[in-house]
């Protein structure tokens, strides 16, 4: 386990683990479910989502002429990428920062790597992911984080994408914005890169600059939030390409500056 510490924060991350925040403490209080309370992998810490981020329809996408199947590790569903388990090489560690790199595995058909770096600061902390084609392939990034409660979401969001039938996201609409404190599992749109929220009492400050977040707020261990590059079942529709050598890059912050 790596920790990060800065003044009164401190941070641990789960290289072993899909190169997740396992642990992240201000003043001793603690912002994050832990894997002591989680059935599965997909259940505590904040660990990125890549090479896709929530579920693609069925775990079947057509990319370039040919049809493609990955793991339903929701069935029916494929869900939230394919390196949540993974071990992540360490490349570079100081007290306040690492990065570290995987190949994306055999769970995804291309081949390319990931980079994560977890950076703590005074009064936030910030995630970098970045993912490199080493073949011409559809690509997506995103964070899952779980924030132990009490929490709740205080922003109201531009856009809703509610679920279909299969729990996939439909058409955006302004009609209908589940108010807060609504049990939601959806995917929601926002002008501002900031959205707020209030953990175990403390306001925090997300921020990001991913185009869609990911509310779900129907298990009582805890909240998630999710910054995402683009919304859930992305490649059915509309999916990024990356050709090779090219990368997709997105940003994650959790500031804590109002705590007191």
Known sequence: MIRLDHGDSTALIDDTCGGRLASLKVRGTELIVGAESAESDFGWGIYPMVPFAGR???????????????????PPHAIHG?????????????EKSTTMRTEL?????????IAHRVEIEPKKIRFELEVTAAAPMPAQVGWHPWFVNPASVKTQFTEWLPRDGEGMPS????????????????????RSSEVEIEVVGLTLMLRS???????????????????QSGPPNEFEANPLVLEPGESLARWFEIDWSAVV
């Open 171 to 190: 058409a955006p609409t302004r009609v209908g914005l589940p108010v807060a404190g609504s049990p939601v599992d959806d995917c929601f749109f926002h």
């Open 56 to 74: 693609v329809r069925n775990g079947r996408f057509n990319f370039q002429g040919k049809d493609y199947q990955l793991a339903k590790r929701m």
């Open 209 to 227: 600059d991913c185009s869609h977040w990911v509310v779900y707020n129907e298990d009582q261990r805890g909240l998630c939030v999710e910054p």
């Open 82 to 94: 394919t390196v949540d388990d993974t071990v992540w090489e360490v490349i570079a560690n100081d």
């Open 105 to 113: 595995g055999p769970q995804w058909p291309f081949a390319g790597a």
